[in-house]
């Protein structure tokens, strides 16, 4: 887990919005919500693959927010076109690592709107940002 260190800044990954919760689960009241690219500091608590954040960008305070959607490396805006470059066909995901929503074909064109060296949210979902070459 990306996620097991006190004090360490993570960074939200998405394509809209993540919710901050009170408890580290689904049901409970969402306090907050937080924007891609948004960094955070956790305590190292983990529960329920959610991470307490105890330092955000906003005035929550302290909340949960869902491991899947953070990323220990700052990602970049980049909402361009890029062209899937993989030999076969590439899954994009519901999330980091998540369930697969649907295959990509080489040369398909997507839209990307956030990018780290590993992964890139795109309007087609999460796909591993190696198979992923960015247009001008």
């Known amino acids: 887990s990306i996620a097991h260190a006190e004090n360490r800044t993570l960074w939200v990954i ?3 919005k993540v919710l901050v919760r009170d408890k580290p689960k689904k ?3 969402a306090i907050s919500e937080l924007t891609p690219g948004t960094a955070v500091t956790t305590d190292g608590k983990v529960r329920n693959g959610y991470v307490h954040c105890i330092d955000m960008a906003n005035e929550s305070g302290t909340g949960w927010v869902r491991e899947i ?3 220990d490396e700052q990602p970049e805006p980049i909402h361009r076109t ?3 470059i993989s030999r076969g066909r590439l899954a994009a995901r519901k ?3 998540g369930e697969r929503v649907r295959w990509l074909k080489p040369g398909q064109k997507v839209t990307v709107y956030w ?13 591993m940002s190696r198979y992923l070459e960015v247009g001008e």
């Not at 590993?118 to 796909?127: H, I, P, Q, S």
Request: aromatic share 14%; net charge negative; charged share 20%.
């Open 115 to 127: 990018m780290t060296s590993e992964w890139a949210v795109t309007d087609r979902g999460y796909v």
């Open 82 to 84: 890029a062209t899937v």
């Open 69 to 71: 959607y953070m990323t």
């Open 27 to 29: 049901s409970s009241t």
């Open 95 to 97: 999330w980091i690592g």
């Open 14 to 16: 998405c394509e809209d």
